[in-house]
């Protein structure tokens, strides 16, 4: 369940967990710790006073001379800041302890001491921590030769009162850092939720077609390399946008061009009145209507195949000097037509793997390509060769060359290069590619002024040696 204010509360609350967690394990850490360090060195040095007590000043004590044991018992307080209790032990069943003699006999009631009592029991030393008239006390109680118990009884007073000191710093330390994190907490989740809300205003500009607003995000983490995938998919989906209206405008103008044309000389082959040569006029032009009309279907055709994975593709010998031969045959009649020269260049050798019907389809493709966008008079060179280890189709002219802007966009669906000479539904080289993609083979665009070459490479079949 999300929290309201959305993305931005879910992080500010998470960074003061964050922080508290830290902290209050921190305060776990280190409180219990410091205080049991600083009462254990309190005990410590009871323990060392007490060896000391017990191993030297008491035996020499008169313990007939009671006198001489409060003395000692005094003396002792004195040096070890501490109340000095010595204890006669009476049983053992029941197991009670009798006051020798006692520093400070107001310090409240020690008869029952249990630091005492189990070192009685134990002959043992023993220490710990007991409470006294609402004060705490670090105890350290010692066996005595004869059988009685030495008790050293300090206030930790002063200890503990250190520990509380960095309790209050660390809770105050604790409160200023979860408002500073709050703080800061509150503003980087504001951001992060200000780049986020961006995001999703752009996408939602892109589902609704809108393409124009570039999406921009100058952060060099996660977001920013979502920002940047958007844009790249806004970029993409731009151009396959401009492209398909393209196309519908290019089909449109290819469609009722041609139908324009059939709806009025079917109009004019119904007047009687025509003469034969005007009506086998009209008739050629009617069939080259129908053709144009047969090439954009058969385009479609064949991108609605490739598209849904129904296109098959044929591996067999296929010899490039023979398809060669043939697009540079079927095409003489449209170079005639517009004032070009056709050349062939066949090497015999040149064998390929491949579908020789997709192949004749990718030679007219490119070699009627550079007949329809090259200038009157340009010679378009059709060859079959063997390079690397490929068999290669190459359709090169000496025309002014593709400017650097469409050539990397060539190949793409439905584009055509504007301009004087720029013509088709922008299907050819498309196919074309994809073609040669299903027959393991590339086509590549070579393009500078004076030269430019579109090469079909397709893996090389071993051609037979001739006897």
Partial sequence: MSLPGGIRTTLAVALLVIVGGALGGAYLMVVPSLERRLVDARLDELDRDGDAFSSNGYLRIDQSNPYALDSAVELASLLYRARVIVYQVLGPTPLTLSTLSDSAPAGGPVAKDPVALETARTSGISRGRVERQGRRFGQVAYPLLD???LLLSAPIEDQLATVRVVKRRLLYATGVALLIAGILGTAAATVHARRIRRLERAANRIA????DEPVVDLGDDELGELAAAFERMRSQLSQLDTARKEFVANASHELRTPLFSLAGFLELMADEDLDEETRTGFLVTTREQVERLTKLASDLLDLSRIDAGRLRVEREE???ADVARIVVEELSPLAESTGH???????????????EERVLQIGRALAGNALMHTPTGTEVRISATVANGRAELTVADDGPGVPQEHAERIFDRFYRVEGPQASGSGLGLAIARELATRMDGTVELVSRPGATQFVLSLPRATAPVST
């Fill in 318 to 320: 296929v010899v490039l």
């Fill in 208 to 211: 609704e077609g809108e393409f």
């Fill in 147 to 149: 059988g009685n118990v």
């Fill in 341 to 355: 020269r056709l050349a062939l260049d066949a090497d015999p050798a040149a064998w390929a793997v491949a579908d």
